[in-house]
């Protein structure tokens, strides 16, 4: 049974950073890409960031380019979130998702955490 688990949210000021955690049972991260996603209410899933199965190559949305990062270890089949910087806009429910492909879109994901909670405010 494919799991993922997202850890790490919690409330921030602006400025401040964050380290997301989604740990993956069931399957590896060397085997499957591992997408960063976020959603507000009301609004549709967006694409954060993700890591490739094989070569680890990583791929941000444009807006978040310079502020988070993806990561990943292997030995511990688990993939981070890097937020930095972070501003009230990036308040959020985050969730984690492995699939096939390294796409920064939700349809190309299989299995999904049930998220975590980051809010930034002064």
């Known amino acids: 049974q494919v799991q993922l688990a997202e850890s790490g949210g919690g409330a921030v000021q602006p400025g401040g950073s964050l380290r997301l955690s989604c740990v993956v049972s069931?399957?590896?991260?060397?085997?499957?890409?591992i997408g960063w996603f976020r959603q507000t209410p009301g609004k549709e899933r967006e694409a954060v960031g993700c890591?490739?199965?094989?070569?680890?190559?990583?791929y941000y949305a444009d807006s978040l380019k310079g502020r988070f990062a993806v990561s990943r270890d292997n030995a511990k089949n688990t993939v981070y979130l890097q937020m930095n910087n972070l501003q009230s806009e990036d308040t959020a429910l985050y969730y984690c998702?492995?699939?096939?492909?390294?796409?920064?879109?939700?349809?190309?994901?299989?299995?999904w955490g049930q998220g975590t909670q980051v809010t930034v405010s002064s």
């Open positions: 069931g399957i590896t991260v060397d085997e499957y890409a």
């Open positions: 998702a492995a699939g096939p492909l390294a796409i920064l879109h939700p349809t190309a994901y299989n299995y």
């Open positions: 890591i490739s199965s094989a070569f680890g190559r990583t």
